[in-house]
């Protein structure tokens, strides 16, 4: 069985898995990372979504082979600091209802505020218009990226 090696949330990761294995399984399986959920598994929700190397990647369609030697993070990684401004946002905001969804929420809002600290409200439309929250949280979710931003955009 091929082995993987890759970073992630700063540590230097190693797994021995069958090409084709989705990250998310890796993650949640192999790693014991279970922030990122399973949605729907086509990479259409994005309850899945990490960074890979700094991009907003649906981990459940992400085979395991494209990320060795990359630099992923999660939402575990993420969240480390709950005092920076995204995080904080978040919570003052109180964006979450049932909270299946937040983690690849978080991790879109994080990767646009990293490439554009202060996004129109179109760019962020635009960036989160595929994540899919069933309870309707959408316009906390825009409330609490634009706090984010007041705040000190994100991290």
Known sequence: MPIFTFDVNGKQRTVEVQEGTPLLWVLREHLGLTGSK??????????????????????????????????????EGLTEDLHQPLIQAWIDDEVPQCGYCQPGQIMTAAALLAHKPNP???????????????CGTQSRIRRAIRHAVALGGGR
């Open 38 to 75: 399973f949605g729907c598994g086509q990479g259409q929700c994005g309850a899945c979504t990490v960074h890979i190397d700094g991009e907003a990647t649906r981990s459940c369609i992400t085979p395991i082979e494209t990320v060795q030697g990359k630099k992923i993070v999660t939402i």
């Open 120 to 134: 129109t409200e179109t760019e962020i439309a635009d960036a989160m218009s595929d994540m899919l929250c069933r």
